[in-house]
């Protein structure tokens, strides 16, 4: 029972590392973290995802410059988890004339989640061997130049990349709101005022250092909302674009 | 480093659980299911997704029919993971006129990918506790008829159901295709003949019993995808205009 309250209390101790020490992980590690993600629950057994992992300087560069995040390039590893319907559809073609099924946007879901789900399971494991990692979502800003910079073929997409290293920061544990917000039984709960509901949140949330802003105290969580939601990318708008340009079927 | 071990070494050995002991899951338990969702990474810190429990016997039975999958219905614990837009956009409208920018798919994707991280680790934090897991991706078999029977909202969508419980079987740890075939190095790998990268792994999963069809062998993998891609299944092929219909703006 003590070796797995360990692991829970990993999770709970969850923070993004964006700082790493100028150490390198291990061959042995690594393939650990790679057994882990192809270990991973994957829908239908189809394991419709893949990962490419980014070892050349100006492929780091050319990623961090789409994330708009200088520290992607100093990452000492660099994965970006896809949708792969491109593998499966290529072994159905072998086998005999196939159907365009691979293409539909119901795979590329599947690929999707199969994806997320890998990188979770990795990001745990990571942190089970005391690495500290960064989700980029941000790979997204602009999908289609990250499709030309690792060659990736029709029916496979990017769908995030995470940064791994040995921690050199110890960020402070972001606040989060309450679960009851969030966790509902049998039907999904409207509430009249969430501003209401979130004040003591918004409240703690001042209290956060973010250590991205030299150390300057955060926004209440409402005005984070509010600014976030006001600001939108324009590549970031055109995912579906990007989605049928690779190949898969949007008709609506 | 034993304890890590015993991490990894529980990830290695990940198996989907569909059968479950009559044992109902503690309420401290659950709590730290539901505390490890809430701890898990999201985007841009904005914790786009929420999680419906199911509880009444007549919700798990509609949510089990739109599955084809009877056994959804006997899980301890059904949870049915979500985007959620709803929430924030309401937080933003409280505080003053705002954009339509939560119905767009960017945030829509980062929804989708809270949802996803946060059941993985949960699945995590489930078998680290002895529970085991199911997840359901055919909770999108009909995903209008899961936002019915969940009263969900515009803004939202569900993503991905998990069966919880304390495992009542012991499945064989399930083949998966080598990892040179999934992870590769600075740009996507084609391979000239994928049933010959495959040969060895096609034979291995002939030797894998599948507990769900009464302890029969299993097709080799590539005869599974090509069955499999030959399927399809109409609804699932209405997914964007299902997320269309809750709100989210598909213009290309």
Chains 1, 2 share one sequence.
Do not use: W
């Amino acid at each position: 029972m003590n070796q797995i309250n360990e692991m829970i209390q990993r999770q709970l101790q969850h923070r993004t590392i964006r700082e790493f020490k100028d150490i390198s992980i291990s061959r042995e590690v690594f393939d650990t973290l790679m057994e882990i993600a192809r270990r991973t629950a994957t829908s239908n057994g189809m394991q419709s995802y893949s990962i490419i992992r980014v070892t050349a300087p100006s492929i780091k560069k050319a990623i961090a410059e789409v994330c708009k995040q200088e520290y992607v390039g100093r990452a000492p590893e660099l994965l970006i988890f896809m949708v792969d319907q491109f593998r499966n559809n290529n072994i159905a073609k072998e086998k005999g004339p196939t159907t365009e099924n691979a293409a539909d946007m119901d795979r590329f879901f599947q690929g999707f989640t199969d994806a997320c789900l890998a990188s979770q399971n990795v990001v745990n494991a990571a942190e089970a061997m005391d690495l500290g990692a960064v989700y980029l979502g941000s790979i997204l800003n602009d999908p289609i130049k990250i499709c030309e910079v690792l060659n990736l073929p029709k029916l496979t997409f990017p769908v995030v990349g995470l940064g791994i290293g040995y921690p050199n920061q110890h960020p402070q544990l972001k606040p989060r709101f309450e679960n009851r917000l969030r966790v509902f039984e049998n039907s999904y709960r409207i509430f009249d005022s969430y501003l209401e509901e979130i004040k003591d949140y918004d409240e703690e949330m001042t209290t956060y250092y973010d250590l991205r802003n030299a150390n300057r105290r955060v926004d209440s969580f409402s005005d984070q909302v509010v600014t976030k939601l006001d600001t939108s990318m324009s590549n970031r708008q055109e995912i579906l674009k990007a989605i049928r340009q690779q190949g898969f079927q949007i008709d609506i």
